[in-house]
């Protein structure tokens, strides 16, 4: 008989209900949604209307930014800085908190795109016919 168990659990300041499932290995958790979460798919999805300057933009700049996916790259900064914090406190210094409120400047994200683009050209030299520009 194949059984899985359900339990709460509380993930930064949300409680979050979690199916815990057994390996041969181990014990696998995932969270669930509540079902008050879970929402229709739309049945129609609405069309926009993309410009060709603005799609070709976006494609070239996910073309640049594009690297393999390395794990090791990704990290809990959460953590890290509350871990650091706590030393600090055990060591008996102080711990300033310091506020990141959000910024309140709008930008152009096409002229932001262009920018970004420019910048990565001038970083990473492109391969072009044979010749290095």
Do not use: C
Not at 9 to 36: F, R, S
């Amino acid at each position: 008989m194949k059984m899985v168990g359900i339990a709460k659990t509380v993930i930064g300041q949300t409680e979050k209900t979690i199916v815990l499932y057994p390996l041969k290995d181990g014990l696998i958790a995932k969270t669930l949604y509540y079902y008050d979460e879970i929402a229709e798919i739309p049945r129609k999805v609405p069309k926009m209307q993309l410009d060709k300057k603005e799609l070709d933009m976006a494609k070239m700049l996910i073309q640049t930014m594009a690297k393999p996916f390395v794990a090791e790259e990704f990290h809990d900064e959460y953590q890290e800085r509350l871990r650091n914090a706590i030393m600090q406190k055990i060591k008996g210094n102080d711990v300033l908190m310091v506020e990141q409120g959000a910024a309140n400047n709008v930008i152009d994200l096409m002229e932001a795109l262009k920018g970004s683009l420019e910048l990565m050209n001038r970083e990473e030299p492109v391969k072009r016919e044979g010749k290095i520009s």
